[in-house]
């Protein structure tokens, strides 16, 4: 993950949640085997990969916006878009702040 957005930490705690679910009672019964770290590398990779998709159009944005691209500075289409439709500006900050999927810890058995 790249800093942007700081989504780097949020998938931190997600992924410990999701690890926490899954693992805890192999764990205890010391049953753990490495197909279980796949399940967990299951659950976790789509967020992941979807929320790097995302860093990448932040980072293309800012690049565009401040002219690094060499093109002239102007407001995107999402830019306009975030203006127009509320809902899509909070869906983003929704996103930034739970993620794709937020799991939930769950309770023991």
């Known amino acids: 993950m790249t800093p942007i957005g700081g989504f780097g930490i949020n998938l931190a705690v997600q992924d410990a949640v999701v ?23 299951r659950q976790r990779e789509l967020p992941t990969r979807i929320l790097q998709w995302y860093q990448q159009m932040i980072l293309r944005r800012i690049q565009h916006n401040s002219g690094l691209d060499g093109q002239p500075s102007q407001v995107p289409f999402i830019g306009r878009l975030m203006r127009k439709l509320p ?6 900050a929704y996103i930034t702040a739970y993620g794709i999927f937020p799991p ?6």
Request: charged share 25%.
């Open 19 to 41: 690890a926490a679910n899954l693992l805890s009672g192999p764990l205890r019964e010391g049953r753990l085997h490495t197909w279980h770290l796949a399940a967990v590398q």
């Open 87 to 92: 809902f899509v500006r909070d869906l983003s």
């Open 104 to 109: 939930h810890l769950e309770d023991e058995k």
